[in-house]
């Protein structure tokens, strides 16, 4: 098993290098950027700052495992989440949480809450996401968005907000249903799967909001204090990038949203800042998020380190 798990990090530490090569080797206005000592100090804040955005959107799947009855530390969740999201890469926008999975069993989670769990959480940032860029499409209309041709009609937006307030109601029974079966199927006793309470799905959302939030901080950084533009602000990125965001996601065949999100952000930053800047600025996101990925990775293996010396101090106590 531990020979597996290193080489599950080596092949997911070699997966972040190689799609940082293929940024970097874009030609593109990042290659032609001069970096000065302000912008490298910009572009390790914006990365810092990303991670953080990683880190409090992991704690939803702590509160999700906590509200189902599951007892994993906050601290061990995140650092899951963390190791698991490299996969992401890999097309298909499947594979990370299949290395979630993996993780949480050897933790000694339940199938089924960690399957449950991971629906809702899939559900309630999309269904997060399009509710920010609903507003955003609402509030700034076509003076941001009318260069994307992407763009989903507002109705689709509303109805997937509607559509995540009813599923998890439906999606407890099809689950429990589905537990039984698999209980029986091993001759063992069912557990119960439990629904999250409305408290718990609302500290979720609270989350998700304030981690889009940090992502168009991150936006922000990078635009005011690398290409030194002028306009826009946090409010508006963050609508910004949840549009971009949700259109990457529902994007088939798209590894993390890999090119059509930086599509989107470029013609909806264009109004904002210009063409030739929103190209720089979607190009470093990519950047930062890619380096950002690997640094959130390196930070769940310090985190799952820290969790097992102090289990272990713990039981020696």
Known sequence: ?????????????????????????????????????????ALLAAVVVYVA?????????????????????AASAVSIVLLSQAAKYIPGNVAHHGGRIVLGRRQGLSLTNMLFTLFLETLWVIAIGS???LVAIIVAGERIFSGVRQLPQWWILGGIVVAALIAPVLSHRLFEHLARWWAARRGEEARRVRLPSARAFSVVSLLYVINYLILGLVVQLIATRVFHAQGGGVLLLTGIFAVAWIIGFITPGAPAGLGVRELVLVAALTPVYGRETAIGIAAMLRVVTVIGDGAAFLFGLGLARWVRHRQAASSEA
């Open 1 to 41: 098993m531990k020979a597996l798990t290193r080489l599950g990090n080596a092949i997911a530490i070699l997966a972040v290098a190689f799609f940082l090569y293929l940024t970097l080797s874009q030609p593109s206005l990042v290659a032609q950027l001069a970096l000065g000592l302000e912008q490298g100090y």
């Open 53 to 73: 955005a990683m880190s409090v959107g992991a704690l939803n799947w702590a509160v999700l495992l906590r509200a189902v009855g599951e007892s994993l530390p």
């Open 131 to 133: 509710l920010v860029a």
